[in-house]
């Protein structure tokens, strides 16, 4: 299954891209603001039936993944658990979430899309606003990184929602 927005494509992630997955998490535009996880994580929830590990591609090069959790979800609540694209502040992730919106609601028929993001992640905070997120609150201190807590900001976007979504700047 895929999905295409201007030069971008969104499809189901092949296991001999892990690699890449874990050089994109491992670049210091992102590893500050995720979770990382090990090959053997990532497998694991490659084999998860409730979760999806999907790729990013664009003129055939990986510009990033996406992770999604909660597909068997009884309350259609789906979690977008990661993004990372490549390069970041281009614009790509605003294609990017045009894409996995469109894959969560019309495909995987959620009725809620929720993600969590750190209070110090501005841009990635900017991209989902842009793309219909909207907050829901806060958990404070919720994680514990190198010894300092973190806060999360607990972001979502309703299937009613969706009209109200901007388009995104198009790459050409
Ligand atoms: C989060 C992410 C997917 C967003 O994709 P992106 O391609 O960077 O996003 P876009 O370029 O489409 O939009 C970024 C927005 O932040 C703004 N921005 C760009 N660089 C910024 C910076 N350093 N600080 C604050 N805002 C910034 C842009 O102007 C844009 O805002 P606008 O839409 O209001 O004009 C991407 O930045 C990324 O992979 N980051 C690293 C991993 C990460 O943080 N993942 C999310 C974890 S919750």
């Not at 790509?92 to 894409?99: N, R």
């Not at 919106?101 to 905070?125: G, M, P």
Request: charged residues 30%; contains cysteine.
């Amino acid at each position: 299954m895929s999905d295409t927005v201007g030069r971008m494509l969104l499809r189901e992630m092949h296991l001999d891209e892990l690699s890449r997955v874990l050089e994109l998490e491992a670049d210091p535009d992102a590893a500050p603001f995720i979770l990382r996880w090990s090959d053997g994580d990532h497998r694991r929830s490659l084999s998860d039936p409730d979760e999806a590990h999907l790729t990013l591609e664009q003129d055939g090069q990986m510009v990033g993944f996406v992770l999604l959790a909660g597909l068997r979800s009884p309350d259609h609540n789906i979690e977008l658990r990661r993004i990372v694209v490549s390069p970041p502040g281009c614009g790509l992730g605003a294609v990017a979430l045009e894409l996995v919106i469109a894959r969560a609601f019309e495909q995987l028929h959620a009725h809620r899309l929720w993600l969590d993001v750190k209070t110090n992640n501005d841009r990635a905070q900017r991209a989902y606003r842009r793309a219909g997120f909207v907050q829901e609150g806060v958990l404070r201190d919720a994680r514990l990184t190198d010894g300092i807590y973190e806060s999360l900001i607990v972001m979502s976007i309703l299937e009613a929602e969706r009209s109200k979504v901007r388009p995104s700047r198009r790459l050409t």
